[in-house]
């Protein structure tokens, strides 16, 4: 069974500080994929990271795959109240092959203070 | 921008009750997921679908559940005798490609209430 730990669970910031959210665990992903949750809606796809060692940037966000593909972090720079929300991160199959299923960490819940 | 759209947003159905959940993916897509994700803990994998057939499937995804995709648009998941812990919402994915690239575009969800 592949398990994604996320940490922190929750974290609460001031506007303008920058922070890392993680994503670890004991398993091979062929990709992984980063998403933000509102309260009663569906998750919306921020990133996907493919390749060992990637990164990719989205305007303040950078996500990093880690080299042996069991991990990955977001780091959000000079973060904002608009930032605010649950992050997921969630890790596809490790065959890479076929129709795999997401499976997903817990989240980061994340507050930004104005 | 194109999306998945999911039908009804809030079904409360009585235990024993079938329920049938809507989805229509994105029109170009050929890989379709149903998740669910109960009050308070992570979203959960339940079946991806390609090709008229069932891809993958989680444990949860017993023979209480069946999915179709009855047309050339919809994608439906059904529960046959639906119980207490049933209650979630079930969310309906679609994606392009499949392996590493399989980029996966969730609707808004369904909140099933099970009494």
């Known amino acids: 069974t592949q398990l994604l730990e996320q940490s922190p669970q929750f974290l609460s910031i001031q506007e303008g500080e920058n922070l890392t959210v993680y994503c670890n665990s004991s398993s091979v992903f062929s990709s992984l994929q980063w998403y933000r949750q509102e309260p009663g809606e569906g998750p919306v796809l921020l990133v996907t990271v493919v390749t060992g060692g990637e990164v990719k940037k989205l305007k303040r966000l950078t996500f990093q795959f880690g080299d042996a593909r069991k991990d990955s972090s977001l780091h959000i720079t000079a973060a904002q109240p608009g930032d605010t929300g649950l992050y997921l991160c969630?890790?596809?199959?490790?065959?890479?092959?076929?129709?795999?299923?997401?499976?997903f960490g817990k989240g980061t819940h994340l507050i930004i203070q104005p | 921008e194109p999306e998945v759209t999911q039908t009804p947003s809030h079904q409360v159905t009585q235990m024993g009750q079938e329920v049938i959940l809507r989805c229509v993916p994105i029109?170009?897509?050929?890989?379709f997921y149903w998740y669910r994700q109960i009050l308070g803990q992570k979203v959960e994998f339940l079946v991806s679908f390609y090709n008229n057939e069932i891809s993958e499937k989680s444990e949860i995804f017993d023979d209480q559940f069946s999915v179709e995709r009855p047309d050339g648009s919809n994608f439906t998941l059904k529960i046959r005798s639906t119980k207490l812990e049933d209650s979630a919402m079930y969310f309906c994915a679609s994606s392009p490609l499949a392996g590493a690239y399989n980029e996966q575009f969730f609707g808004p969800g369904t909140r099933l209430t099970v009494l």
């Open positions: 029109s170009n897509h050929l890989y």
């Open positions: 969630a890790g596809a199959g490790g065959s890479g092959g076929g129709a795999d299923g997401l499976t």
